[in-house]
């Protein structure tokens, strides 16, 4: 891995060790009736184009429509995502992206339709920490579903979805050159300051 994924491990900690003394093993997750929803399949997501996409749980079944995701996206997009190079995702990476912890993370996906229907659109996940209180946020999407709001719409439902789990802040890295990425985080009102450990790297957190 390069240095800004082992720098995106270092706030990782950094947060975990801010709540040390509640740390151990991890609390189970209160309900979340938002998550219930997105299970049983219950929820949309309008893109500005005016079509809806269901927003569901990512599953094992969704490894081959993951890896097309990702090799649809530009060299550019690739690197900004997982922030060193990875040209495709393997089979055994893709497959470890669609068993997120049950108790701890949320990821949701968003399906296509049209000449994309059975494809993954994109997503967003929260990743908990062991803390019962911090989650680390993420969000993909594929180029042809760029500029629809969709990225927005699916981060503000795995906010609050954690929020309903119990999740009290997330926070997320972004590298410094994303500019569509740092103003969706503007966009949602999260702080944003320069990584003190890495000048190619921006933090962007909130309390929820």
Not at 23 to 45: C, E, M, Q, W, Y
Not at 78 to 104: G, N
Request: charged share 25%; proline share 6%.
């Amino acid at each position: 891995m390069g240095q800004a994924h082992q720098t995106s491990q270092a706030i990782q900690a950094r947060h975990a060790a801010q709540i040390a003394p509640h740390a151990g093993i991890d609390p189970a997750r209160p309900f979340s009736p938002l998550r219930d929803r997105l299970i049983r399949r219950k929820v949309t997501i309008a893109g500005k184009d005016g079509h809806p996409h269901l927003a569901r749980p990512i599953n094992e079944t969704d490894a081959g429509a993951l890896m097309r995701c990702y090799d649809a996206m530009t060299d550019r997009g690739r690197w900004f995502r997982v922030l060193h190079h990875l040209p495709h995702l393997s089979e055994d990476m893709a497959r470890d992206f669609c068993m997120p912890d049950p108790e701890r993370d949320l990821c949701i996906v968003l399906e296509g339709d049209g000449p994309l229907e059975g494809e993954i659109l994109g997503g967003a996940r929260i990743t908990g920490s062991r803390d019962g209180r911090t989650a680390e946020y993420s969000v993909t999407l594929r180029p042809e579903a760029e500029g629809l709001g969709l990225a927005h719409q699916a981060l503000e439902l795995v906010f609050a979805a954690a929020r309903e789990m119990g999740y009290t802040h997330i926070w997320g890295t972004i590298h410094s050159e994303n500019g569509p990425m740092l103003q969706l985080a503007h966009s949602l009102d999260l702080d944003i300051h320069r990584d003190p450990n890495d000048a190619a790297l921006m933090v962007s957190e909130s309390d929820l």
